[in-house]
């Protein structure tokens, strides 16, 4: 019913994001009431309030979402996602335009794949971040110029006990490495 409610709207890019979204029929459910951005840290950093986000989906406007900034500001802290009166899943329809940008190549404008990939990779190996190696690979493959405006703040973390210099695995990294390795596994079926 939903889907159908999406059809009668018009909107292609409405019906990608409920496709990808667990639970992501909600949207249409959106009041516009304003909780989402107000609840949100990083809101005045974001190019839309995740409200003008949905209105924007409804509008059909895929590639002017999928180039703003809202997506790559979301920390994930679920606020907006808890304080919604209409239970829509927020977050997960954030990290669902993420993949859509990156998919159709419209994240241009931010670091954000490229860090993740970094990222994911300390993870998938230690099962836990390690910042010295974030920090150093990813500005050395990405920004080597911008590294060295980093270097007084990374000493002083180093100076204060703040940042290792050598990762360290989790307990049974091995079990980690099998669930990412099934979840992967899973995300190519569907």
Wanted: with cysteine; net charge positive; aromatic share 8%.
């Amino acid at each position: 019913m939903i889907v159908q409610q999406a059809d009668k709207l018009g909107s292609e890019f409405l019906q990608d994001v409920i496709a990808g979204t667990p639970g992501g029929e909600r949207i249409v459910h959106c009041l516009q009431c304003g909780s989402c951005g107000g609840s949100c840290p990083n809101g005045a950093d974001m190019q839309y309030t995740p409200r003008t986000l949905f209105a924007l989906i409804n509008a059909n406007k895929r590639e002017e979402v999928l180039k703003s900034n809202t997506m790559w500001c979301c920390v994930s802290c679920y606020l907006c996602t808890t304080r919604c009166p209409q239970d829509i899943p927020i977050t997960d329809i954030m990290y669902q335009l993420k993949r859509m940008a990156i998919a159709e190549n419209l994240a241009k404008d931010t670091d954000a794949p490229a860090l993740a990939k970094t990222f994911t990779g300390y993870v998938d190996k230690y099962g836990r971040a390690f910042e010295l190696g974030l920090a150093s690979r990813f500005y050395l493959l990405n920004k080597p110029f911008a590294m060295l405006k980093m270097g007084p703040m990374g000493l002083g973390m180093f100076a204060r006990g703040r940042m290792a210099l050598t990762p360290t695995k989790i307990k049974r990294v091995d079990q980690l490495q099998a669930i990412i390795k099934k979840a992967r596994e899973i995300g190519r079926e569907s």
